[in-house]
């Protein structure tokens, strides 16, 4: 949408006041005796109150009426929105998901929520640990209610369509090739322009974080001066008909129904807080030498877990770059992994396997099953020219990799019916090379 701004920053201290109203923030105190065009003020914590204060995340939101007032939760239907881990027996084997299926919207109106497909995950919402990845296909806006996760943070990828998420913080737009996190329990709804899909990571007991660079040094990956979050808009709104708030609790659903807009924020200030970030900013390190490094040079975000050094989830991508390694085999290499390979291709052709992964599509390769270059890739990479070339040209693919060990739910492997159950094919013409006649040439 045009005119949207933004404030700029990772985890910074913002603060932000819908013009409309100016002086709306407090000054020098958080919780006055009567706020300024009294508005109510409310905390939003999305960590204990206890935490160091490198990662203590609270927000100051200044409201017309608190989220508090509304008619009790009850339960309502889930869909394909699962954290059922068990309904099917686990399989170990290399799967892959043709492009994800979009209702039409002259066949059935499905916005945001209601197109809510879980496709994989391990963990449990209630004890705090795990994670979970949705695919969410729809056509239509959602009307007069909006969504709030209590479990946990939602990663959100856009892949068809943009989507414009109006939240309490304020709005932004979200197109492909961008990506947007909302953070646990901020409230926030979707308009869509048309069929619309995308994937989310959500991971449960932690917050996304940018990774430690280490010895690349100060500068590099995703620069924190890149991420954008949203300004203070609000709307003075009575929903006479009633307005829904679907909440997220220990993966299920309720609603519940109020008669005013959620989106009456009219100030707010504090570090927790939804954010965007464009993929085209990322500053690729690669290696210029010999060999293929491994992908965690290409990680965006990480959800950290107790164990220094391994992630709950990160989320990693393989943008454009230039490939100029010698005597190298460039793409990547076979592979067996003590965590969980989850892929999606936003647009154009992955380079280990230009054919059958679509955009739309998904591949997982789990916990220590093999993956690698198909059959074509190999051996054409394996005689290529060695010689500076641009490689993923034109192709944004990604990767949530998991240290959990990830199940596939009853949706993902029958009822979505997207599954390529050929997948395995791709490796079957591996022929061996091995000549035991070789020797090492003199030197």
């Known amino acids: 949408m045009a005119g949207l701004k933004y404030l700029t920053g990772f985890g910074n201290e ?6 409309r109203c100016p002086g709306s923030l407090p000054e020098g105190q958080n919780s006055p005796q009567v706020c300024p065009y009294g508005l109510y003020a409310e905390q939003l914590s999305g960590s204990a109150f206890t935490c160091p204060r490198a990662t203590n995340k609270r927000s100051w939101l200044y409201r017309i009426l608190p989220s508090v007032r509304h008619k009790p939760f009850t339960p309502m239907y889930c869909g394909n929105l699962s954290e059922n881990w068990n309904e099917v027996e686990p399989d170990p084997n290399q799967l892959r998901w043709m492009p994800f299926s979009v209702t039409k919207a002259s066949e059935k109106k499905v916005d945001f929520v209601s197109g809510l497909h879980t496709i994989c995950g391990a963990g ?22 909006c969504f709030q996760n209590s479990d946990g943070d939602f990663l959100i990828v856009p892949q068809k369509g943009e989507i414009l998420l109006t939240t309490e913080f304020g709005k ?6 961008e990506i947007c996190v909302i953070q646990q329990g901020m409230r926030f709804s979707v308009d869509v322009f048309g069929e619309t899909r995308g994937y989310i990571l959500e991971v449960y007991g932690a917050h996304f974080e940018l990774p430690d660079l280490g010895p690349i040094g100060a500068n590099g990956l995703a620069n924190p001066r890149d991420f954008q979050i949203p300004v203070a808009w609000f709307e003075d ?55 293929h490094a491994d992908p965690s040079i290409f990680t965006v975000l990480t959800a950290k877990s107790t164990r220094p050094g391994v992630a709950i989830a990160d989320f990693v991508i393989f943008p454009p770059r230039w490939g100029v390694a010698d005597h190298t085999f460039r793409p990547p290499y076979y592979h067996r992994n003590c965590m969980s390979e989850f892929m999606g291709l936003i647009k154009g052709h992955y380079e280990a396997k230009e054919e059958g992964f679509q955009p739309g599509g998904a591949s997982l390769h789990s916990m220590m099953t093999p993956h690698g ?15 500076p070339e641009r490689v993923a040209e034109g192709t944004m693919a990604f990767m949530f990799e998991s240290s959990f060990s990830m199940a596939v739910t009853k949706w993902g492997l029958e009822t979505c019916q997207r599954l390529d159950k050929s997948y395995y094919k791709c490796w079957e013409p591996l022929k061996s090379h091995f000549n035991p006649n070789w020797r090492p040439s003199s030197k």
């Open 172 to 177: 932004m737009m979200v197109e492909p090739n």
């Open 124 to 145: 449990d919402s209630k004890s705090r640990s795990g994670i979970a990845i949705h695919i969410y296909t729809c056509n239509n806006s959602m009307i007069n209610r």
């Open 237 to 291: 709104r009575t929903v006479a008909s009633g307005y829904t708030i679907i909440n997220k609790y220990q993966g299920k659903l309720f609603s519940c129904q109020q008669d005013f807009s959620p989106f009456n924020v009219v100030a707010w200030h504090g570090n927790y807080t939804p954010y965007k970030y464009n993929l085209e900013n990322f500053m690729a390190i690669n290696c210029v030498a010999f060999d």
């Open 373 to 387: 270059p198909d059959f074509d890739c190999f051996e054409k990479n394996s005689t290529a020219e060695l010689k």
């Open 14 to 19: 913002f603060a932000s006041e819908d013009p």
